[in-house]
């Protein structure tokens, strides 16, 4: 039973375009993530959402824009990519309560390839 | 700004050896630390959560150890095999909001059979 799923796997497409990214988990986890992982591998935090709600966003362009429609579903939605954005995307989830961040279970990856 | 560095970058050791990953950080502040293993191509997988209050964790042939005041923490691999070649991540989760992880740059592993 897979516990964290992205989709998809890869995506390759053209500058400019506007492009979708989508996790679920299903641990009943109430926090999730998307993370980047550039060409030298270091891996860095991008958004969190708690309950639906965004609690970090770490300067990020505005074109990355996340969503989430329930708590067991966090997407990412990329407007007119750059280069740049070539990378490995990362959705993780875990429990976030009493004030106690639990452990961090990561998707496989979206590998982004922009021409 | 919370840096997290892991020394050496890779390591490449015969079977059976027993070994060391080092991570340090910058900022003792922190809520907790996370050891991870990264297999090529994909994604991460939860290997040990060592909380701030706590000196060790333990699973299996893995001892991760922490030292707050210091900021370090070693991850103690014994009895390596070839299945545990991997890249080896560990992350500080801030005492800040809610506790975002701050990655280190990792250790590519590579036992040799």
């Known amino acids: 039973d897979t516990a964290v799923s992205q989709t998809p796997k890869y995506l390759v497409t053209q500058m400019g375009n506007d492009k979708s990214i989508k996790c679920e988990q299903n641990l009943g986890h109430d926090t999730m993530y998307w993370y980047k992982q550039d060409s030298k591998k270091f891996l860095k935090i991008m958004f969190s959402y708690n309950n639906k709600e965004l609690i970090i966003n770490e300067t990020v362009p505005n074109r990355f824009s996340p969503k989430s429609p329930d708590k067991a579903h966090l997407n990412l939605h990329i407007n007119s990519l750059e280069l740049g954005d070539s990378a490995v995307y990362f959705c993780a989830s875990s429990q976030y309560s009493s004030g106690r961040l639990y452990e961090q279970y990561f998707g496989p990856g979206t590998r982004l390839t922009v021409t | 700004k919370q840096e997290v560095t892991q020394i050496p970058a890779a390591l490449s050791v015969p079977e059976g050896e027993n070994l060391v990953l080092n991570c340090s950080f910058t900022d003792s502040a922190i809520y907790n630390l996370q050891w991870f293993r990264q297999d090529p191509g994909k994604g991460l997988t939860s290997l040990l959560l060592i909380q701030s209050s706590q000196r060790e964790q333990t699973s299996g042939r893995l001892n991760a150890s922490l030292d707050k005041s210091s900021g370090r923490s070693t991850l103690y691999i014994a009895a390596s095999q070839p299945g545990d070649s991997a890249t080896y991540l560990c992350?500080?989760?801030?005492?800040?909001?809610?506790?975002?992880?701050?990655f280190g740059t990792g250790t590519r592993l590579l036992v040799s059979p």
């Open positions: 992350a500080v989760a801030m005492n800040t909001g809610f506790q975002k992880l701050v």
